[in-house]
């Protein structure tokens, strides 16, 4: 833009040039003349010495030219021109009149490693108008670059929208040791871009909480799995299909070890038996599945209704029975409820049921790990 700009104001200044030393011969109307001599020539002078790095005399000599009354509109275009290719070209050490010199100083600043200075030409550039969302990336990162984590981060999370400034965010939270910022920064991610590496870094955040139950941890997992946030290997594959049997949903067990075996992680002789556990597991739970109703519906309390409805979701799919089931457990008083609303949530969501999930996961609010659950789940429902 520089060099387009650069060329106007030359071929303005050689018309002007031309048709001044014409006039002698023949009558010019203004209309016919860009540039006035006694304009053209201070500009041409003005052109010379900022090429020549003496940016202050080039800026005498403009406005030498300011001085000129009756001043055309094209005459004024171009005055304001050369003003522009001096602030870009001085690197906005002079002439800042507009967004072309605001731009100049700030990038100017940000290459010399004046990050204070960049940072600072945020008001410049807001006031000729210069502002944009790759200005904002740079003053971030100029933020970054000095060091100043907290304020990287803070101006970020205030700046919003796109996803450079929200890695900026991460990263400068991260440094700053502000786990609320970070974790809040992540939350965002995985709602506007479901990746994984997102998931994944969140989700860690999820299972460093203290006293985390085994349900709870099972639920991680599980959202690590549907996310595609699986650790690398077969270690999460082993963990969540172990934890699935040992909780009463061995269906929901041998689906995930089938899906390590696809995806050709679960390969050795240790998945092997895992996979006959499971596989032995889930048959003997649907053959046992009419007494597990009866025992459940005979209890006082509504555990093994929660607990069945749990295991009907692994059942290929049996969701309308697994609410009916949870909430009729519910209905009778459960030890924990805040697991009881989540695995009345995970159903209402295998059953297409969003709204009414949302308003599940919302009612575990009895403790901070049942929160976080709920919210974990909250956020990939919302996403899918």
Not at 296 to 301: G, L, T, V, Y
Not at 337 to 344: G, S, V
């Amino acid at each position: 833009m520089i060099v387009k700009k650069l060329r106007a104001v030359a071929m303005a200044l050689v018309l002007g040039t031309a048709a001044v030393a014409a006039a002698g011969a023949l009558m010019v109307t203004p209309a016919e003349a860009a540039v006035r001599a006694s304009v053209g020539k201070p500009l041409q002078a003005a052109q010379a010495a900022a090429a020549a790095g003496n940016y202050s005399a080039a800026m005498a000599r403009v406005h030498e030219a300011e001085g000129v009354g009756g001043l055309t509109a094209e005459e004024q275009k171009i005055i304001n021109q050369m003003k522009d290719y001096i602030a870009a070209k001085s690197g906005g050490s002079v002439g800042v009149q507009s967004a072309i010199g605001a731009q100049a100083k700030f990038d100017a600043d940000y290459r010399a490693g004046r990050y204070r200075e960049a940072i600072n030409d945020a008001d410049l550039l807001r006031k000729y108008g210069a502002m944009s969302g790759a200005n904002m990336v740079i003053i971030a990162q100029a933020y970054y670059r000095a060091g100043d984590y907290v304020g990287c981060a803070r101006y970020a999370r205030e700046a919003g929208g796109g996803s450079d400034l929200l890695d900026l965010q991460m990263r400068c939270a991260y440094e700053a040791h502000d786990d609320v910022t970070l974790r809040n920064a992540l939350e965002t991610a995985v709602a506007t871009t479901g990746k994984p590496e997102y998931w994944q870094r969140l989700l860690k955040f999820a299972e460093a909480s203290k006293g985390l139950s085994d349900p709870q941890t099972l639920d991680i997992y599980r959202i690590r799995l549907l996310t595609g946030a699986m650790k690398p290997g077969p270690d999460d594959y082993f963990v969540l299909a172990t934890l699935a049997l040992q909780l009463g949903a061995p269906n929901e067990a041998l689906s995930v070890v089938q899906k390590g075996m696809a995806a050709h992680l679960l390969v050795d002789s240790r998945a092997q038996r895992l996979y006959g556990l499971a596989k032995q597991s889930a048959a003997a739970d649907i053959a046992n599945l009419p007494r597990a109703v009866k025992a459940a519906n005979a209890s006082p309390r509504g555990d093994l209704l929660v607990t069945l409805g749990e295991d009907y979701c692994g059942m290929g799919g049996r969701y309308p029975d697994a609410i009916a089931a949870i909430l009729a457990g519910i209905k009778k008083g459960v030890a924990d409820p805040d697991d009881a609303w989540i695995r009345l949530g995970v159903a209402y969501y295998g059953a297409g049921q969003k709204d009414a999930a949302l308003k599940a996961f919302a009612k575990a609010d009895k403790t901070p790990n049942g929160q976080t659950i709920a919210h974990m789940w909250s956020l990939y429902v919302r996403g899918h």
